[in-house]
């Protein structure tokens, strides 16, 4: 069964949970090495059997010790659609991301001019590749929204620095209104509790994208389903 990134996204919330993607990410810049002798494919598939709806996964290999063949082997061994986490900055990346696998690459605003970004996001659109558009200011919103991305992150963290710096959810709070108008909008990286996952949608997050915490987690599956249910939520 094919299914779209975004769609699974939107099902998952209808079913009534907070839609969480987890981030297959073998070593955290800041925190280390996040592995600590585990498959990352059977941990895909505990999360998968635990309701995640859609995964990503970091490619970079020198900061984040991620790989293509992580990728081609996710794809091979789940059937969940795959974002791929990366730098990416060519055609070529986008294509070859197409051919390990991925149904969704990641743009990242503070890599490109907006000429350029225009040019990935469309380009992706072409082959079959869902962008999801990453920004971590108000300007790279509006970039997003001027792009007509329908998948929109605010990273809480800067990326350029690469994820050393203590991102927190405010970044989202503070941005979430600025979002596109239509857009899924995806509270990425530094959600360390579900009470914090919570503020994020709170503040107008639809999803949220997920490291560190589920790979530092006691129990994965369990911290996964903490972070998924919306149930705690107090209507507005
Ligand atoms: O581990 P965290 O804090 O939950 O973050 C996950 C993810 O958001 C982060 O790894 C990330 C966001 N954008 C990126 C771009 C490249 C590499 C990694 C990333």
Redesign the pocket.
């Known amino acids: 069964m094919y299914t779209r990134f975004s769609d699974a996204l939107i099902a998952r919330k209808e079913a009534g949970f907070i839609p969480v993607i987890p981030?297959i990410?073998c070593i955290?810049p800041k925190e280390g090495d996040l592995l600590r002798g585990r498959d990352p494919l059977a941990v895909a598939q505990l999360l998968a059997r635990a309701g995640a709806p859609a995964l990503?996964v970091?490619t970079?290999t020198k900061d984040?010790g991620g790989s293509l063949e992580l990728l081609r082997q996710l794809a091979k061994n789940t059937t969940l659609p795959i974002l791929r986490?990366?730098?990416i900055t060519s055609c070529e990346d986008m294509t070859l991301s197409r051919e390990c696998g991925a149904q969704a690459i990641?743009l990242?605003c503070a890599l490109h001019t907006l000429d350029s970004l225009t040019t990935l996001y469309n380009e992706a659109l072409k082959i079959g590749l869902e962008p999801l558009v990453?920004a971590h200011t108000e300007e790279e919103l509006g970039w997003a929204g001027k792009i007509g991305a329908k998948l929109v992150?605010i990273?809480n963290?800067d990326?350029l620095k690469l994820?050393k710096d203590d991102?927190t959810v405010s970044a989202t709070e503070l941005l979430a209104s600025h979002k596109p108008k239509n857009a899924i909008l995806i509270s990425?990286?530094?959600?360390r509790t579900p009470a914090e996952g919570q503020a994020a949608i709170r503040a107008g997050a639809d999803v949220l994208?997920?490291?560190?915490?589920l790979w530092q987690a006691d129990d994965m599956a369990a911290s996964y389903q903490a972070f998924s249910r919306s149930s705690e939520i107090p209507p507005a």
């Open positions: 981030d990410k955290s990503s970091v970079e984040f986490k990366d730098f990641l990242i990453e992150g990273n963290r990326i994820e991102g990425e990286s530094s959600i994208l997920i490291g560190t915490a």
